[in-house]
């Protein structure tokens, strides 16, 4: 009896053989760009690192195109060796007609791929991909690496906002339904972030450049170690330099900034938000001395001013847009209650939405030479 | 081992049934070997009492029959006495003894070890274990005058534990010896010493060693009826008794551990354990035994506490990476490729680029070879030892990779493991780990993590399943002793630590063992 | 009262063992993805339907606990039988036994499903579920006190998930926790109900009391046991309600699983695969109990021995897995068996404290008249 079990047994294990995925025998994709054709379908274009005997990994560009993105894959494997696997899959572009068409439906079949890590890069191409990714640059090798890399290094240094897989699906089913993604372009010999493309309802709506991208990470989280350039009017600190001078520009980082938000009044909405952060000061005008209280006061004023104009500036474009990448639309309906407040609702408040901003910096440092 | 829940109350049962009584079981050898009823008394007659002897021990060239005088006749087997003894003590007094009679021999010899029987069969045991036989014509009893020549091999270091601080001496073939060794350290009273023989051809000499007091008396107890109810033809090396004795035989872990170290066998004692030297082995027992046990090593009481605890957790560590980093590089290169970081990508899969073979062969391939250096180098005369290990190691490993048979990243994987496996104390368990690795290799290959992980909670099922001696091996761990966990893989001060070891607590015990073998579930009795 | 169990002490474990077999009982499968099923009632105030859903659990703890008091030394089916008579009280064993089986099967078809989603979409489930029976087979013949080995261990192995799941908590966002309270009660009620499968696991203690050898502690333990896990499921739940905006939430099926898909560790990647696959030593405990109790419900109904047993209710597990294949039936089968859960787990003990109440009460009355 126990061993008529234990030969039942066996067979049935034997019969559960897993599917073997053997390193070597899959062609890894690291980077896939994805582009709307002109007859509704879909171009794949993956950047798929080879393994070879010869201990010379080259990276290949393949692209495909189909209706639905697996069978892109499916006539990419149709051309390559070993068979295509997504688990090593880093960033995903897409390309400027399907941001404009609508990013619904990929971002959705990204979730629901198991293989898809949820911390992927997605990012939008200003151009075209096919040229961005199969031209063959002088200093990049392995453009899917080059790219993922490109992507994380600015998100870490506050130059790029956020854009996993994961973060911009919270925001896309989230109340507001805008979100950002970050832009890149080729331009010669480099490839580089332009800035930041805005979508509402997953289209893309409005674009801002890389410099703002600072001021966005203010209002919506704290931030930290971040840099800004400002360009200060001329007027400004006239009292401090010993001669006129034409242009002004300082910079400050290793910024340290909170956002304190308060509900005014629910109705219109209005908001009073409250930026405090602390910088150093990091380049000045040689002419200009810092060395009094009084003058670091004066300074701090006149970024404080700065700033707010500046967020003043992106918000309201944000309105124009009609684009709440700052969330101000969470913010609203976590401080209000028994008000239904959806999607539609926030569409039509967003635009009329009044922030009252205050910035109050502090330098508390400025270098080691005065 | 699997469903080995009938076999368990086999082994128990046999202490059930009534023990022979002692006298019995002196005369089975005797009944065994001999085909025609022998009486057991000793003839008046030198002569017939000569012969007879000689028929029992079927006339080896090495039996010594010397007349001291008319009446007075010794036996005994050359080379199993001390030769200097005999001539300079034993013989003269013979010679001038005056009144040959046997109490007069007995009260005149001076010598300390003098027995007298009237039994054929005790003549010929304690003859063989190294005595003289003196008859005295016209008495129906014999003298036995017992001086063994202990010739053995001097101390030395221990081959097979060394440790770089504390003492350097090891047990060594001759149970007088390594007696002697284990009252050096412990001067006690209370050390007990119960003389066993098993084996129906050897009749090998053992020694049950504790300490009262501080040992559970249902231990010795246990010991004391699992050896008498051996039945086992011989024993050549005290590891043989070890699995005999043990509670479970079919497991692939030890329960009991060896050790040729009497500092280690006398701190065994000391933590309340139950010692046994086999003569003629120069490995010593020690039980119970838990799992945690075996990665300790006496010097880490020799060393100080943060050291210790160190090295404790590096042998803890070391052992997880010797069991598990084959099989986790098996099974994610096989199945589970998006775990890779991205850094370790490309380095491994340009590696595994030119192999051939998959990695589940790959692995046990190396791993094979990595078992044949090892028990070829272990076999090898020490001049050639050096040699081959050199060659094997780094000779095999670069051409290997070169010809592209394997991945310089599993070799220096497999390397790892190996050296990982040999940080263990107990070479005993040292062998269990290399050998654990195997089925889970296979099983990563099969079937990724979740083999991985089938293949851990088997382990960890069977670990709890295991006791020693009835004590649950697992333990601190579980049943959890809290204050136990101080010296089990971290060692705390000794302020702060429990001195006895928890396997061997005699008072509220949470799972005592069961002597009359009931499986420990609830039995409804109605 | 008649029937009542003898037990030697050494097959009695000690009283704060008692800790680790409630959590590991109740941490099973359910942890996965509940938070998705509550989200859907209780809105982004799910976390206040667990306390509701674990004070009820404890009030029936409290309940069972003072009934097994009440008979002293003797587990439910003997209580079952003192109250009920030979026929009835049988019937209810029955029952009792079914559900255990229940209970296991829910377990391991669930967990059947976790793997075939995530690790191995193409291993047979027949395959992964015969193996985890050959372990609990193994574990079962071994004895109670290899099963609460395993629980003690699969806790400690496991405490390193709720450490893991600090990491996503750098994306939380508390605005998806306010306000509070805006959910109706209805909505709360709903959402608790819903609880049940995740809390379910600690109506073992109905047939292990007679086993416990300090039997005045056990109150101590099992309450400990079920704060612990509350607080277990409440950080999960907010850390996942922090983490995922709502609609987002709604659609994640397996929303703990998800949240290890963030975490990024310098030497591993796709700490998902991983935890799925150690979920193993988690649900061992769980599986072994209920084999454990059904067994020895079984028993007291009919002198059968181990091995056929289990090897019977094997067979039975095994063909009912034929009939529940697609992730919506198993999706309608756990909403089935949550039903039962409710009413066997929560509603049950408590009506039967009331019964023994009443029947102590009239023989102590009948006693006092004699």
Redesign the interface.
Known sequence: MKKLIIVIAFTFILSGCAEQKILENISLTTLVGYELEDGGELTSTAVIRQINQDLESRVEIQSASAITSKWARTKIDLKTSKITGSGQLRVVLFGEKLAKEGLDHNLHILKMNAEVSNAIYLAIVEGDIKELLEYKYKNITDIGQHIYQLIKQNIEHHHALSSTLHEVNRDKYSLVKSYALPVIKKEGENIIITGMALFKDSKIVGQITADDTMYIMMIRERTHNGTLQLELPDSALDGLADKPFDQLAIALDTIDSKPILKLVDPSVPEFDLTIKLECRLREINADIIVDTPEKIKKVEEEINQKIESELTRIIKYSQEVNSDIFNFGERFRARVRNVIVDKEKWYELYPQMKVNIKVESQIVRDGVFQ | MFFGKKKKNDSRKKQTEPLPPSSQKKEMPEQASDKTQKSETISETTKTFIQDMSERVLSPADLVVRNVSEKITIMFVDNLIKEDILNLKLLPALQNIMDESPETIISQLPLPQINETSKMSECVDVMLTGAVVIHVEGHDCAILVIIPARESRGLTSPENESQVIGSQVGFNESLSTNISLVRRYIANPNLGNEKFKVGKQTNTALSVMYIKGIVAEQNVNTIRQRIEALDIQDIIDSTELSELLDDNKLSFFPQMLTTERPDRFCDGLLNGKVGILVDGSSMAILCPYSFIEFFQSREDKNLRWPIATFLRLLRFVAILISIFLTPLYVGALTFHYEVIPQSLLVPLSESRARVPFPPILEALFLELIMELLREAGARLPTKIGQTIGIVGGIVLGTAAVQAGITSNILIIIVALCALSSFITPSYMMGNVIRIVRFPIIIMAGFWGFYGIMLAFCILLIHLLRLTSLGAPYLSPFYPPRIRSWGDSIIRFPYRLTVRKSATTRVDGAEFSSNQDGQKNDGNVKE | MK?K????T??M??A??LFFIICASQVGVGVHGFQAVIYQYAKHDAWISIIISFLVAYLSVFMSLKLLELYESDDIFGINLDLFGKYIGNFINLILVMYSGLAFFAIIRNYTDV?N????????P???M??LM??VL??F??????II??C??SFLLGLWIPIALIIPLN?A???????VL?ADLVGLLKGAYYMTFTVAGFEVIHTLY??I?EKEKAKKYVSLGLFFTMFLYLFVMIVTLT??????LE?TIWATL?LF??I???????VE??TV??W??II?PNLCLYAWSAF?GM??MANISE?KFI?GMFLIIFIGSFFIETRSEIYDFNNKFGYIAFVIVLFYPMVLYLIALIKKSVSKRRAGKE
Not at chain 3, 117 to 124: E, G, M, Q, R, T
Not at chain 3, 141 to 146: I, K
Not at chain 3, 265 to 270: G, M, N, Q, S, Y
């Open positions: 029937n169990l003898q037990i030697g050494n097959e474990f000690n704060h063992l793997i989603a995530w690790v191995f979409p193409d291993l047979k027949s395959f992964i015969i193996t050959i372990l193994y574990a013949t071994a004895g109670l006190r290899t080995g395993i003690f261990f994306y966002n508390v605005n998806f926790l306010l306000p805006s007679p086993f050898k983490f995922f905006s709502g609609e987002q659609r998800s898909s963030n990024r560790l310098p030497f591993l990647e796709r695969l991983i696959c150690f193993m030593i061992l020895r028993k007291r091995m090897l």
